[in-house]
């Protein structure tokens, strides 16, 4: 099982980024997907979701910035970045959970760095 994250950088406040995470041997259409991050200093959170039916979950601290997206043919994750804020700087990392099976695969983290 991989999960292989790509498209973090630098770039300026009020800017946009997609991120993007690939996945190989799951059945990535079963899984529930999602994008979490880790500020220096700070624990991990939830980022945002998506259910293997579609049902998403968004932090307060991005909705409305942030966008996440799966496409099951492909087997990739998204999450789409606008109007990006310094203190969205951190590592993200892509994961792919059942959690009625406790079953759970990660990402590495790609790091984001946002400008003021």
């Known amino acids: 099982v991989q999960l292989q994250a790509s498209g973090g950088g630098l770039v300026q406040a009020g800017g946009s980024l997609r991120l993007s995470c690939a996945a190989s041997?799951?059945?990535?259409?079963?899984?529930?997907v999602g994008w979490y991050r880790q500020a220096p200093g700070k624990q991990r959170e939830l980022v945002a979701d998506m259910s293997s039916s579609g049902n998403t979950n968004v932090a307060d601290s991005v909705k409305g910035r942030f966008t996440i997206s799966r496409d099951n043919v492909k087997n990739t994750m998204y999450l789409q970045m606008n109007s990006l804020k310094p203190e969205d700087t951190a590592d993200y990392y892509c994961?792919?959970?059942?959690?009625?099976?406790?079953?759970?695969?990660w990402g590495q983290g790609t790091l984001v760095t946002v400008s003021s």
């Open positions: 041997g799951i059945m990535f259409s079963a899984f529930t």
């Open positions: 994961s792919a959970r059942i959690s009625t099976w406790g079953v759970s695969y």
